[in-house]
Nanobody
Framework: QVQLVESGGGLVQPGGSMRLSCAAS????????MAWYRQAPGKQRELGAAITSGGSTNYADSVKGRFTISRDNAKNTVYLQMNSLKPEDTAVYYC???????????????WGQGTQVTVSS
């Protein structure tokens, strides 16, 4: 089982920066794609950023150029660096893993509990 715990959320001013962390139990090295989703009240959950086990990344158009997803496989941790934050970035941010688990390589999808990010003056 993969357990995900997010941290680093809070209140930040427009134009500011914040880094979210997601710590995963079990190994994510080489077998898990990781992603950050976000959901604002009254809106559907949307993909913000994703990173494959090989390190390839993709971003939603709304965050491209401002957000960076990265992973430290030695620490089983994925990060989301958020720069030039806008009020519309306000949401609950959820860490997601999509893993192939040894030895059978079955697919296991896991979610963190979410962390609130509020961008406001």
């Amino acid at each position: 089982q993969v357990q995900l715990v997010e941290s680093g959320g809070g209140l930040v001013q427009p134009g500011g920066s914040m880094r979210l962390s997601c710590a995963a139990s079990g190994s994510i090295s080489g077998i898990c794609a990781m992603a950050w989703y976000r959901q604002a009240p009254g809106k559907q959950r949307e993909l913000g950023a994703a990173i494959t086990s090989g390190g390839s990344t993709n971003y939603a158009d709304s965050v491209k150029g401002r957000f960076t997803i990265s992973r430290d496989n030695a620490k089983n941790t994925v990060y989301l660096q958020m720069n030039s934050l806008k009020p519309e970035d306000t949401a609950v941010y959820y860490c997601n893993s999509d893993c192939r688990i040894a030895p059978t390589m079955i697919r296991v999808v896991s979610w963190g509990q979410g962390t609130q990010v509020t961008v406001s003056s």
